[in-house]
């Protein structure tokens, strides 16, 4: 098991109810989680708790060997080796592409920063649009470039929180067969977040279903998704599960 | 083990930092608190028998009056340009902030000026018209003198406040009312006033707060108030002890008005930095209508902006060429270097502060912006007091400091410009705070965040990231700070080193001594520079 989510619970200050509860996950190396879940469920809360954005009240996150969170360890975020591809991407407005790419590789060579942006542009194939500034593509290209500068600095994993809700519905389907094979292309392992179950069903190798905060229920497209439709009908993600069974 | 971990991971520089720099400000305010309540003397005893009650009366007569005005001509500006259109509207929009660029010392001497026996008015009647008029109609230096000064030269704060938050807030309730055919006397009172009670609130505040503070207008008018009374019973009668006593009961005004306030607009909050506005559509007035509207306007801006400037350009016109010697070069140079020293180290601070804040929950990142804004609302005098204070006793602390570095054990941080410096930083600090936070608030934490995901740190991520895109705003906090610096009086008159004069203590020293000419030099340069920063505020930041 690459990655140890064990009892993880928080909630905000000020909040009456915990935010999450007692959430449990083991991930494999290379394996793609979506979690699924509906708006205010706690999903980018786990991505955050996961990313060292939030501390959580109890619980324990390893990633690899390395503790990154218990009772008595804190690892700051960017010390985890952790990436994030947020929602509305937040590219840095005053850096173009490049720099904006580069940005996570300050410790490399200035040869390898070089070879490694080239690399993952071409991994999402925006070689072309190197020195534009991020207000100068399209919401599509910002999306790409957002994940070629995650994935830069070679995380061990890799978070996105709605990677899709800023696109419309044409471009969505194309970018999520594309994020698939980029992301099996380079075996990074990673956790993405929706309320779209057609993304989940699409993208992922295993979907954790969260609902207010607890895992309602865990397992891959087909044994979520089945044609079991008590099943689906207990889960009620969104109406659209059950309407498409 | 939990408060351990949670330690860990919040005491890092920026905790650290913030911590010190919240207790410099709250220092000074405690060592009044704490000598307020010791054993009175016979001085005090016979202050506050004799004198506290008319201290009171005239302080209060003077923030009913001026915030009534204020308020009326404040609010009338804001409404009429707002919602008509009407000849040059456009530049009124700013052109009714450039009063704020005359301190109202400076505009109370030079009106003195304007209306006295020798003065322009008078003098052009005697030889022109040959009419000698009654000095006691002429005569401005008295409460109602000093209440028109003030709602001149301070009626801005109402006008910009109200005007962006009609323009921001209001659009569809007047919008409405218009269609419903309501008149416009009664929009303005009916809608208008009511509902933008928040705004006019935090207007008129900012105004009481500038009449507290202020010490130029009264002194010159000879009007008695506590910070009259401060000045004198310190340095007139030597009592420091009953300077603390009068300073801390100033301050527990000041925080029942804080309290007022509060209650009095509810749950809004206001800064005054202004944030970008959709504007409401403006009516075109026609016939009558426009010139009442234009002359209004016009009014108020020829005589709190033009009137005073025109007077002061005359009066430079006799002396620029005595003036134009190393004196003025001197005063210019220390003006601008206190302030830009001061500046400097109040962006830092609200820059450490604020970014703390923002980054972090919990208690000390929820009450720390609170502290910290504290000393604008505290009249400079009533904080010289407490400057003073607290270094006199840490200088009595490093006595035995100074013997062992071979040094004569005297007061040296008391004496040294260093106080000054740190008096300023507490009293301005709120206003470069204000702006660099709504600079914050507008990014947000998004970029810092996925900088940290990058791997940088939170100060690398604030130097490579939030710095760059909060340049505007940490500016703006630069030039608001340093323009206030550069006008300030009553602080600086306390706690200047001996021999060390700015601009405005010349200006305001000459103008005391009846060397009105003298003072208009230096007394332009201040509302000139002011008059830019305004006008850079308006035109450039704005658009940002
Ligand atoms: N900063 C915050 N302070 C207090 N409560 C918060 C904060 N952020 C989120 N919450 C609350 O925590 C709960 C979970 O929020 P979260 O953002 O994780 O939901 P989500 O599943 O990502 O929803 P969405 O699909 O709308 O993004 C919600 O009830 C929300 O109101
Ligand atoms: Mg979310």
């Not at chain 2, 502290?371 to 400057?387: E, L, Q, R």
Request: net charge positive; charged share 15%; glycine share 6%.
């Amino acid at each position: 098991m690459f990655i140890h989510i064990r009892n993880l619970a928080f909630n905000y200050q000020g909040a009456d109810e915990q935010t999450i509860k007692d959430f449990n996950l083991t991930i494999d190396q290379g394996e793609i989680i979506s979690i699924l879940g509906e708006s205010g469920s706690g999903k980018s809360t786990i991505l955050r708790l996961i990313a060292g954005l939030e501390m959580p009240t109890s619980g324990n996150i390893m990633v690899g060997d390395h503790c990154m969170c218990s009772n008595s360890t804190f690892t700051q975020p960017e010390k985890r080796g952790v990436g994030m591809v947020f929602q509305d991407y937040a590219l840095f407005p005053h850096m173009t592409v490049e720099e904006n790419i580069k940005f996570g590789l300050q410790k490399w060579s200035r040869k390898e920063k070089k070879q490694r942006v080239l690399e993952v542009l071409e991994l999402v194939n925006l070689q072309d649009y190197r020195k534009r500034y991020p207000f100068e593509l399209s919401g599509g290209q910002q999306q790409r470039v957002a994940l070629a500068r995650a994935l830069a600095p070679k995380p061990k994993l890799l978070l996105f929180d709605e990677p899709f809700s800023n696109l419309d519905a044409d471009l969505q389907i194309r970018i999520r067969e594309e994020l698939r094979r980029i992301l099996k292309s380079t075996g990074v392992t990673s956790i993405f977040v929706t309320h779209d179950q057609d993304d989940s069903q699409a993208l992922a190798d295993r979907i954790v279903v969260l609902r207010s905060g607890e895992i309602a229920d865990l397992g891959t497209p087909n044994e979520i998704f089945g044609t079991d439709c008590s099943f689906s009908e207990r889960l009620a993600v969104k109406p659209r599960v059950l309407s498409r069974v | 083990m939990k408060w351990y971990r949670s330690l860990k991971t919040t005491m890092n520089g920026w905790t650290i930092l913030s911590i010190l720099i919240v207790s410099f400000v709250i220092l000074p305010n405690l060592s009044i608190l704490v000598q307020f309540f010791s054993e009175p003397n016979e001085n005090w005893l016979h202050i506050r028998e004799y004198m506290l009650q008319s201290y009171i009366q005239n302080t209060l007569i003077l923030i009913v009056f001026v915030g009534f005005f204020t308020l009326m001509i404040g609010t009338s500006l804001a409404w009429i340009i707002s919602a008509y259109d009407f000849p040059m509207r456009k530049f009124f929009q700013w052109g009714l902030i450039l009063p704020l660029a005359i301190p109202p010392y400076i505009g109370a001497y030079t009106y003195h000026g304007i209306l006295n026996y020798t003065g322009t008015i008078q003098t052009t009647l005697r030889n022109q018209f040959d009419v000698t008029v009654n000095q006691d109609y002429f005569n401005i230096m008295n409460m109602p003198g000093a209440i028109f000064i003030f709602t001149l030269f301070l009626f801005p704060y109402v006008f910009t406040i109200t005007k962006a938050y009609l323009a921001r807030q209001s659009t569809g309730l007047i919008e409405n009312a218009r269609i419903l055919g309501s008149s416009s006397w009664r929009i303005y009172f009916q809608v208008v006033l009511p509902i933008s009670r928040a705004a006019i609130v935090a207007g008129v505040s900012l105004v009481i707060l500038e009449v507290l503070n202020d010490y130029g207008v009264v002194k010159y008018y000879g009007i008695q108030t506590f910070t009259t009374a401060i000045f004198q019973t310190w340095f007139g009668m030597g009592d420091l002890q009953s300077a603390v006593k009068l300073s801390g009961t100033l301050m527990i005004i000041v925080v029942g008005l804080l309290i007022l306030e509060r209650v009095m607009r509810g749950r809004k909050r206001f800064s005054f930095t202004t944030t970008k506005v959709k504007l409401l559509q403006p009516v075109q007035l026609k016939g009558r209508q426009k010139w009442l509207a234009f002359s209004y306007c016009m009014f108020i801006f020829l005589i709190a902006f033009i009137i005073p400037i025109i007077q002061l350009l005359q009066w430079a016109f006799y002396t620029y060429e005595q003036f134009f010697a190393t004196e003025f070069l001197g005063l210019i140079i220390n003006s601008v270097s206190v302030a830009f020293i001061a500046s400097t180290i109040i962006v830092v601070m609200a820059i450490i502060i604020s970014n703390f804040a923002r980054l972090n929950r919990g208690m000390l990142a929820k009450t720390f912006p609170k502290v910290t804004i504290i000393g604008y609302s505290i009249p400079g005098a009533v904080i010289a007091v407490g400057v003073v204070t607290l270094f006199t006793s840490v200088d009595r602390q490093l006595f035995g400091f100074y013997e062992w570095l071979g040094l004569e054990p005297t007061l040296i941080m008391s004496t040294s410009i260093f106080m000054l410096v740190f008096a300023y930083v507490i009293r301005y600090l709120a206003v470069a705070y204000n702006s660099i936070e709504s600079g914050f608030d507008r990014i947000g934490t998004n970029f810092t965040e996925a900088s940290r995901m990058l791997g940088m740190s939170v100060t690398k991520s604030f130097f490579k990231v939030d710095m760059k895109l909060i340049r505007g705003a940490i500016f703006g906090g630069f030039i608001l700070a340093f323009i206030d610096i550069m006008k300030e009086l009553p602080l600086t008159l306390i706690l200047r080193p001996f021999n060390f004069d700015t601009l405005a203590t010349k200006a305001f020293q000459y103008a005391s001594d009846e060397m009105i000419h003298q003072a208009a030099i230096p007394s332009i340069f201040i509302v000139v520079v002011s008059g830019i920063a305004i006008y850079v505020f308006h035109h450039v930041l704005e658009k940002e």
